[in-house]
């Protein structure tokens, strides 16, 4: 047998499987013996790290602090670092609107309560980056800047692009014709072709300064010149970004935060009346979408009754507190539409009876004969009275009816006067009022046009309308539901033969509609708090009505909203 070699006598022959199954049969198996093995030291003079127990991560922060990295001074040492002057906190004072907060005072709130309250009355901190630009996230060329660089240029056309024009192609035909008969009479390649073809060719265009000498650094500066001459500014910004193949989130800097209005609308309410007058009526103005079938604005409740007829519910209200008389309104639309409806619903004192049989005096008696009626309008008029005195304090439903606001919008706005009276007449029926017939025929043929197109749903630059609607639908008795007033909002889009057989009631409605300027005077929140620029408490103010959007508006709340 050979002899083994030194090195090979220091190896040893333990195979893994022998260590193993020495350690398994020192340990058992078990951790919680190898634990007390440790613990007792009389196994292994090493330390060993239980199994059982997790180990600690390593505090980041800490240990950046403790071992900070070293830098080596350099070029791109500032590539390395974190600017310090990055980032900058300025805080802005939040606007109020109102001359007295919405907010209530913090003393009699929950400490939790006063915490969510402060929120809407802190002031803003806004945080600067000022090396944002040069980040990844940073995308210059926004949509709307890609619009904004592309007005001012020219545009470009080229010969393709260009029609050809018929009497210039039919000479340019027959000079060709004329050439190719004059070349074929004389033979190819002789004195007198080449002659021909001299002189109707055209000579090239001189080059100025050919031959002179210039030094070189002139002609480059001359061409600098040149290529800077009419250059747009952001040349290499007007070419789209390419696509990228890992698209990166691209974060823009937020605006501050600010109360949300959608186009706003100025309704005025002029003057309500009926043939006859023996009590009072209660007014209100909402907004509608029928396509969305949503109710978009709260009431609007006004009242236009004679000092006559308000002396007849003295008994039952209060003295009215100066927001109540507010005859005119600002309504706000964030989805305007050629679906949506101002709807006007009136309401009169309760009484005994049908609608129907309370609504009957308005479609028989006529102002005409008031001297005929005299008597049987008296015994009405006594009877209003006696239910004002014992229902004062309650209301029924009596009459609507609806306007199509954008097409009152696109009559007034094609027009070139500053302002503009329509007639409106919502059925086929005409008034009594005999000198306003041919007109309200003529007013309701020119607004059953339909439009289309985002333009025609533009409320800022219609010029101001003066609406006179001339009948009211009388309120049926089993169709109160707002599911019944989209179907007859429907209708009215297109007249069918369910509105012809509504028998109107006759009256005279006058409201001015203009869009609302951006700071009003004398103006109340849906809070009925003042806005700001409001000189005497004692004029009639106009009323922000509260808006509910057609669709979800993704803005943040930045406004206190009481919920009286």
Not at 337 to 354: A, N, P, R
Not at 381 to 398: H, I, N, S, T, V
Not at 483 to 495: A, C, E, G, H, I
Request: net charge negative.
């Amino acid at each position: 047998m050979a002899e083994r070699r030194a090195f090979a006598q220091k190896i040893s022959r333990t195979v893994a499987a022998e260590v193993r199954k020495q350690i398994s049969g020192q340990y058992g198996g078990s951790p919680q013996l190898l634990k007390n093995l440790n613990i007792g030291g009389s196994v292994s003079h090493h330390t060993t790290v239980p199994l059982t127990e997790a180990v600690d991560p390593v505090e980041l922060e800490d240990y950046l602090i403790t071992h900070p990295i070293a830098v080596e001074s350099g070029p791109l040492r500032d590539l390395l670092e974190f600017p310090p002057d990055d980032i900058e906190v300025v805080y802005t004072p939040r606007e109020c609107r109102t001359l007295v907060s919405a907010v209530p005072e913090e003393s009699e709130m929950d400490p939790h309560v006063r915490d969510c309250v402060r929120s809407y009355t802190e002031d803003w901190a806004i945080v600067n980056r000022k090396y944002h630009k040069l980040g990844t996230g940073f995308n210059p060329n926004t949509l709307d800047k890609q619009k904004e660089r592309q007005k001012g240029l020219p545009k470009q056309i080229f010969e393709s692009d260009e029609a050809p024009d018929g009497n210039s192609y039919q000479d340019e035909q027959d000079d060709l014709k004329r050439r190719s008969m004059s070349i074929d009479d004389t033979p190819r390649g002789s004195w007198a072709c080449s002659i021909f073809d001299l002189k109707n060719s055209l000579p090239d265009a001189l080059l100025p300064n050919l031959l002179d000498r210039t030094p070189n650094e002139e002609i480059d500066h001359h061409n600098e010149d040149q290529r800077k001459s009419s250059r747009h500014k952001e040349l290499f910004a007007l070419h789209p970004a390419p696509d990228e193949e890992e698209p990166i989130e691209r974060l823009s800097v937020p605006e501050v935060p600010k109360e949300h209005f959608g186009q706003r609308l100025l309704v005025k309410c002029l003057s309500l009346k009926f043939e006859i007058e023996i009590e009072p009526i209660f007014a209100s103005l909402a907004l509608y979408d029928v396509k969305e079938k949503k109710k978009i604005s709260e009431n609007f409740y006004f009242d236009l009754n004679s000092e006559q007829m308000k002396g007849m519910l003295r008994p039952h209200v209060p003295p009215a507190a100066i927001s109540t008389l507010a005859r005119s309104a600002i309504f706000s639309i964030t989805y305007p539409s050629q679906d949506v409806f101002l709807v006007i619903k009136l309401e009169k004192v309760l009484q005994q009876g049908d609608i129907g049989e309370c609504a009957e005096p308005y479609m028989i008696f006529k102002e005409s004969d008031a001297a005929k009626n005299k008597e049987k309008l008296e015994k009405l008029k006594c009877q209003a009275e006696q239910f004002c005195q014992r229902l004062g304090k309650y209301r029924m439903p009596f009459a609507w009816t609806a306007i199509h606001l954008m097409n009152i919008v696109s009559s007034a706005g094609s027009l070139e006067r500053d302002s503009t009276e329509v007639e409106v007449g919502t059925g086929e029926r005409k008034g009594s009022w005999s000198e306003r017939r041919n007109s309200s025929i003529v007013g309701r043929r020119s607004l059953e046009r339909t439009t289309s197109g985002d333009e025609a749903c533009n409320l800022s630059s219609f010029r101001p309308a003066t609406l006179t609607v001339t009948n009211f639908f009388k309120q049926e008795g089993d169709r109160l539901s707002d599911d019944d007033l989209y179907k007859f909002l429907v209708d009215m889009k297109r007249p069918s033969s369910v509105l012809r057989r509504l028998r109107p009631i006759t009256a005279q409605l006058k409201i001015d509609i203009s869009p609302a300027p951006e700071n009003p005077h004398y103006c109340l929140t849906p809070e009925l708090l003042q806005v700001k620029l409001y000189p005497d408490s004692r004029v009639r103010p106009t009323r922000e009505i509260l808006e509910f959007p057609a669709r979800d508006v993704y803005i943040p709340n930045t406004t206190y909203r009481s919920g009286f």
